[in-house]
């Protein structure tokens, strides 16, 4: 009895692409091994510090502006109309949270007089036991 070719278990049409992804794992493969090949370069410090001028003269100031105004211009700006109706919406959270505050301020203030008085009959302030 012959044993099943294990190789030839894909259909006919996946073949050509497992060829195709062999070659493509053999270039890789190659491009690898020949920048591993390769001896690491040196770089001096001189070498550095021109490598980074050079970067920052790649990108002056007036191109930077000039980006700046490309990427505004892309951004949607919201009309007048809903500038008005969400600042008139935080004002009125503001107030909300405002009122809420005063009342709870004046609430624990009452208590707390209600308190210091409740237990003092004469006007010194002290409590009587």
Do not use: H
Request: aromatic residues 4%; positive net charge.
């Amino acid at each position: 009895m012959a044993k099943p070719d294990k190789k030839n278990t894909q259909p006919a049409e996946a073949q050509p692409m497992l060829a195709e992804q062999n070659a493509n794992q053999t270039v890789e493969t190659n491009k690898v091994q020949e920048s591993a090949s390769k001896p690491a370069e040196k770089v001096s410090k001189k070498d550095k510090q021109k490598n980074k001028k050079a970067k920052k003269a790649e990108t002056p100031k007036s191109n930077k502006v000039k980006e700046t105004v490309a990427e505004l211009k892309k951004v949607t700006w919201p009309t007048f109309g809903q500038v008005v109706k969400n600042t008139l919406l935080v004002l009125g959270i503001v107030l909300l949270c405002t009122l809420l505050l005063f009342g709870i301020d004046y609430v624990l203030g009452m208590l707390s007089k209600l308190l210091t008085s409740a237990g003092s009959a004469d006007s010194s302030g002290l409590i009587r036991l």
